[in-house]
């Protein structure tokens, strides 16, 4: 991508979520530990690497979202996903920022497809096609809403409201 970058904002997943993970593995050790007879048995390094798989899993997430003259490029990164989007002026329809809730709207954090929308149901059958919206979720509340002439709606978490909302101004009235 060589042309110029108007908008680049690369996100990492919120430091609490790491202490809450941690905190609860501490405090489960403990339990464990004092109510348990084998506790210092082979299951015992076994949870652990589980539990460092999952810590490595927070440390290493981050969403890159470039916005330039041809279109959105979102890139969410982890240890097991690594997925680029790139999205059009021409495919979009429209944009815009919304609030949103990562645990009620979309089950959590990261890459994430809604299956199931009021929107998609009319009366006994569906409105839209069934997978129709896709999320790139990791901090905050406040997201670009893309709707694209394919019926596809796609959300991309954001940090920097206001200078996405002046970069999204200046080529949706191109």
């Known amino acids: 991508m060589t042309e110029k970058i108007e908008f680049y904002e690369k996100q990492k997943l919120p430091v609490w979520l790491s202490i809450v993970f941690l905190a609860i593995v501490f405090f489960g050790e403990i339990y464990l530990y004092f109510h348990t007879a084998h506790y210092l048995s082979n299951k015992v390094y076994i949870r652990w690497a589980v539990y460092a798989f999952c810590e490595l899993l927070f440390i290493f997430q981050n969403l890159k979202t470039i916005i330039n003259k041809d279109g959105i490029f979102v890139n969410y990164f982890s240890i ?17 920022l919304r609030k949103y809730s990562p645990l009620g709207e979309y089950g959590g954090w990261g890459v994430r497809v809604k299956l199931f929308s009021l929107k998609m149901f009319k009366i006994f059958g569906f409105k839209k096609s069934f997978l129709n919206e896709t999320a790139y979720v ?7 809403q893309l709707e694209l002439k394919n019926g596809k709606r796609i959300l991309i978490s954001t940090q920097k409201p206001v200078e996405i909302q002046e970069v999204i101004n200046l080529y949706k009235s191109v």
């Open 138 to 144: 990791i901090n905050g509340k406040t997201g670009l």
């Open 80 to 96: 097991i996903v690594k997925k680029g989007d790139f999205f059009a002026w021409e495919n979009i329809e429209k944009a815009y």
